[in-house]
Nanobody, 126 residues
């Protein structure tokens, strides 16, 4: 059974940083597709933030976070990270990690991923 556990969320002031972690059991980061999504307060759906696949190793970022967020995978620790710098109030959301088989991250969506974490709250104060 695949289980994903996110951690690292919290309250931070605008301009600050957080690093989210997503630890996996029952899934190994050797042959993978992994993404981070977020759902803002009152938001109707989860929006893709970043994606990376073992097929090409190229990270993809949404326009809203490009240049500020960095996705990385530590295969030895079976954990994926999302480093978030220069945080803005509009980054406030519940953040979710998701994993599945490798994919073309240039066109990823939440519908592709079969395994999700429980989410971690990120709140950025102004």
């Amino acid at each position: 059974e695949v289980q994903l556990v996110e951690s690292g969320g919290g309250l931070v002031q605008a301009g600050g940083s957080l690093r989210l972690s997503c630890a996996a059991t029952g899934f190994t980061f050797e042959h993978y597709g992994v993404a981070w999504f977020r759902q803002a307060p009152g938001g109707k759906e989860r929006v893709g933030v970043s994606c990376i696949s073992s097929d090409d190793g190229r990270p993809y970022y949404s326009r809203a976070v490009k240049g500020r967020f960095t996705i990385s995978v530590d295969s030895a620790k079976n954990t994926v990270y999302l480093q978030m710098d220069s945080l803005k109030p509009e980054d406030t959301a519940v953040y979710y990690c998701a994993v599945d088989e490798p994919l073309d991250c240039s066109a990823y969506s939440g519908a592709y991923f079969g395994y999700w974490g429980q989410g971690t709250q990120v709140t950025v104060s102004s």
